[in-house]
């Protein structure tokens, strides 16, 4: 399969690495407004062309699917585009932080879950794959702990094109918490502030708090920090009346030092790039294999419209001050 990728950042540069380890794949073309930014991509990654106009890329007969890598607010633009050019997507989440966007694109594309996956990479983490295929041992579930606290903030340049930390960060538990319970959500409730960078003040808060009630009864917990001294901290428990599905963090290494003073062990991996290195390749993989099948690929714009909606109540939670009841 013949692939361009737009957006040769941190994430572009991650799934650059992983699509050439595929087999069968070739990314024929990349694209980016950094020009240098593209000689060095194409010549790190041995790749044919480059653009500086995503238009370029997509009007490429030979490319079979893109890769929308660039900085969220352009997604959708990317992401439509590309659709109707007849190519297969996969989108960074998040795919759009407008829901009616979303809407449209999944009216306006029957077929969109063969031809578009978002990029929630947790779901194909072996952990939360592990306690995902293991839910129906808990029983009947009654709470989800995430965890999910990045060890610095973005600059804060990032964060103005970011959406908020609901649709840039959250996004990914709220997806996380969707597919582990698997249920409607009913209501939410988020609060948090600015405690790291004061120049966040009035743009976004890097701390939060959040709880979501799903209609089978479960209670879930979103823990968020912008800062976390001791690494990427990801985590999540998942309790019912039978018992409880556990995922730890993932570190350096598993082994201790035990004395007098106490114990010493390895810190949490560094970040998303360390800790997801395996479910990103797992994901772009997924995609692949889906697309040669031609069957739905498994995280869709629907998922992404879940998501999003879920930040977006909690934007208002956050603003109110209060429970938003979401059949309201
Ligand atoms: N799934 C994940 O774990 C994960 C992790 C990081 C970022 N992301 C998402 O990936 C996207 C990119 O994030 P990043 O951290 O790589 O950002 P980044 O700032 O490191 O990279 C963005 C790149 O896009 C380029 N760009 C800007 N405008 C463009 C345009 N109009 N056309 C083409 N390229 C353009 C920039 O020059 C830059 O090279 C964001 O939507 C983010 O939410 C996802």
Known sequence: ??????????????HLESLGAIDGVEVVCVSDINETLCQQTVNKFNIPTYTLTYEDLISDPE????????????????????????????????????????????????????RLMVGFNRRFDSNFSFVKSNTQKIG???????TS??????????????????????????????FMVDAKPISIYATGGVNYNPAFTGIDIDTALITIKFENGVICNIDNSRKCTYGYDQRLEFLGDQGMLSAENEKEHQATFFSSTGLESSLCKDFFIDRYIKAYSIENQTFIQCAQKNIEFPVTAKDALIALQLAQAANLSLKQNKVIHLND
């Open 1 to 14: 399969m013949k692939i361009g990728l737009i957006g040769l950042g941190r994430i572009g540069q991650v």
């Open 63 to 114: 490319v079979q699917a893109v890769w929308v890598c660039s900085p969220s607010n352009f997604h959708y633009t990317h992401v439509t585009s590309c659709l109707k050019k007849n190519k297969l997507v996969f989108c960074e989440k998040p795919l759009e932080i407008n829901s009616e966007k979303i809407q449209e694109l999944i009216d306006q594309f029957p077929d969109i879950d063969k």
């Open 140 to 146: 009947k579930p009654t709470i989800l702990k995430i």
């Open 149 to 178: 606290r990045d060890p610095q903030p973005p600059p804060i340049e990032y964060i103005k094109t970011s959406g908020g930390i609901f649709m840039d960060m959250t996004i990914h538990d709220f997806d996380m918490a969707s």
